[in-house]
């Protein structure tokens, strides 16, 4: 019986290391295709650089091979994990470094959360408790706080006085556009999605319906012709500025428009 479930034993361990081994072989695979896929890219990038812009089809390559190297990126990494996972149950495989790419510093103008670890009491070897700080380790982390509405509630008091017998009041506070219900950031951010990311109205709306605030197409447009009546006077002081030059140089760079009447994708020049 003894010898039977030592046997046993092995075969399990013989399996794990077959496993462990397979894992890593993915992993080498997968990480050589992303490799090889990224090389590509960079290599059709200093092509367009040097040859310039001028046939579409090559923006079209570099857009498949970019989503290319992703999807290979995504898997190089799950397969990685996996075979690190594999390597820890067999004893006999050595676990897979993947070539990582080397990582920038994280911005020193993002706000920093400091988090202590609570600090033991007693001394972890001998349980004494005469222990003193000598340092600390630092591990940075990088987190996003998702984007939260809110509705800011103005209160304007009323007084009435016991001589007179007059009502007075705060006058209103100013808002962008005259009798608007949007706040200056809101429509700043509006109208940013709108030129600076070429989000159009529809897909905003849709966006912040799923953050669960209802915005129709028409609540939109109605704030951002607004805003664009609003910045009128910016507009011509900055055009008559720009007209003023002797020389002026355009941009050809394309933006993914949706064709009139149809699904069809449209490009204008910017």
């Given amino acids: 019986m003894s010898d039977a479930a030592s046997e046993l034993e092995m075969l399990r361990a013989e399996l794990a290391a077959t496993r462990a081994e397979l894992a890593r072989s993915n992993a080498v695979v997968s990480a050589s295709e992303a490799l090889i896929a990224g090389l590509k890219f960079e290599i059709a990038m200093l092509k367009r650089e040097k040859y310039g812009r001028s ?96 509705v800011i509630q103005t209160v304007r008091e009323k007084f009435t006085c016991r001589d007179c017998e007059k009502i007075s009041q705060p006058p209103a506070p100013f808002h962008p556009v005259p009798r608007g219900w949007a706040r200056p950031s809101l429509l700043a951010m509006i109208v940013f999605e709108k030129f600076g990311q070429h989000q159009p109205l529809t897909r905003q709306a849709e966006r912040y319906a799923r953050e669960g605030v209802e915005l129709s197409l028409s609540t939109l447009a109605d704030q951002f012709g607004a805003v664009t009546e609003l910045l009128e006077p910016l507009y011509t002081l900055i055009q008559a500025h720009v007209m003023a030059a002797e020389r002026l140089h355009g941009d050809d760079t394309t933006v993914p428009l949706l064709a009139r009447g149809g699904t069809k994708t449209a490009r204008l020049c910017t």
């Avoid at 290319?68 to 990685?80: G, M, N, V, W």
Wanted: some cysteine.
């Fill in 55 to 150: 046939a579409e089809r090559t923006a079209r390559l570099l857009d498949q091979l970019e989503l290319q190297l992703e999807e290979l990126e995504t898997a190089a990494a799950e397969d990685a994990i996996r075979a690190e996972q594999a390597a820890e149950k067999a004893t006999k495989v050595r676990a897979f470094d993947r070539r990582k790419p080397v990582r920038k510093a994280f911005p020193e103008h993002l706000p920093r959360e400091r988090v202590v670890v609570e600090a033991p009491a007693a001394c972890a070897c001998c349980g004494s408790g005469r222990i003193k700080k000598m340092g600390e380790d630092i591990t940075e982390t990088l987190e996003v706080v998702p984007r939260q509405w809110k």
